[in-house]
C-alpha cells in the first residue's frame, strides 16, 4: 500500500494477526497483573474502575497503585523489543542485542556512577542511566566504524565494550558503601517494583517520539538486511538511516534501564519470538515492540503469582527464561547445521 504522500506501506496477514493476538495478551495480562497483589481485585471489577466507575478504594488501588507499574512494564518491554529488533537487524546477527553490545550494562554503570558517588536521587539515576548508554552507544559506533558499519564487527566490538562495562560495575559495586551497594544491586536486579507516575510519562514522551520516527525507517531497513551495496544501489542512504537507526535503539535501551533497570534477554528474545511467529522476513519491528510488552509484563504476573508480590524481581524471569530460550535456540540451529 502508497499512501498519496510517498510512503509505503506492506501488510502481511499473518503478522496482522500476530500484532492483534499480542496486543490482546499485553491487555489482558496487564488487567491480570492489575488484580494481582495483597488485595486481589477480579477482572471485572479492574475493568471497571478503569472506565471510572468503581470504588474510591479500587481507584486509589488500580489507579494510583498498580496502573502506573503495569504501564512502566509495557513501556520498558515494548521500548526493548523494538530495540532488540534494530540492534539484530543492524547488524544481521541474531546476538546483535543490547544485553550482550554492553549497552545495559553500560546504561546500568551511568546509574551506579550516581547512586555509589553522588548519593543521587532517583531522578538523577534515570539521567545517569541514560547518559551511560547514550554515550557508550556513541562509542560502540565509532569504534566499530571502518568505512562503514558492518554488523560481525559491531558485535565483536560490543561484547569487548560488555565486558568493560560489568568489569566497572563490579568496581563501583566495592567502592560502595553497605546502604548504596544494596541500593544499587536492587536496582541492577530489573524491578517494576514501586514504580509510579514519573517514570510513566517520560518514558511514554520518548516512546511517542521514537516509535514513528523508528517505524518510517522500516523500508529502508529492510532493504539494508540485503546489504549495504544493494540498499545503496536502491537509493537508500546506508550510514545516515544505520546511524538514526542505532541512536534510536540506544536511546530505546538506556531509557528502558533507566525505568525499571536492566531486565535482561527481552531485547534479544522478543525480535526472535517475533519472527518465528509471523514467519516473515525483515525486521518485523512493530510485531517485536508487541512481543517485548507481553513478555514482561506476563514474567512479572508470573512471579507475582508463583512468589508472591514483590518477593521475585522481574528481572530474574525473564533472566531464567531468556537464557533457557538462548541455549534452546543454539541446540536447534546445531542441530540444523547453521552453527
Known sequence: MRTPGGFSLRLEPRALIVVVLLLAAACAAGVA???????KIPAADVLRTLAGNGTAYQDFIVNELRLPRVLVGLLVGAALGLGGALFQSVSRNPLGSPDLLGLSQASTAGALVVIVLLSGSASQVTLGALVGGLATGLALYALAWKQGVHGYRL???GIGVNAVMTAVNGYLL???DLVDATRAVVWMTGSLSGRDWDQVWPLL???AVLVPLVLAQARGLRMMEMGDDISNALGVRVQRVRLLLMVSAVLLTAAATAAAGPVSFVALTAPQLARRLTRSPGPNLVASLCMGATLLVAADWAAQRAFG?????????????????LLWLL???RRAGRI
Open 33 to 39: 497483573l492489575i488484580g494481582t497483589g495483597d488485595a
Open 205 to 207: 514522551g520518548l516512546c
Open 174 to 176: 566495592t567502592k560502595a
Open 309 to 325: 508480590a514483590d518477593q521475585l524481581p522481574v528481572g530474574v524471569v525473564t533472566g531464567v527464561l531468556g537464557g533457557a530460550y
Open 331 to 333: 541446540v536447534t540451529e
Open 155 to 157: 558485535v565483536l566490538v
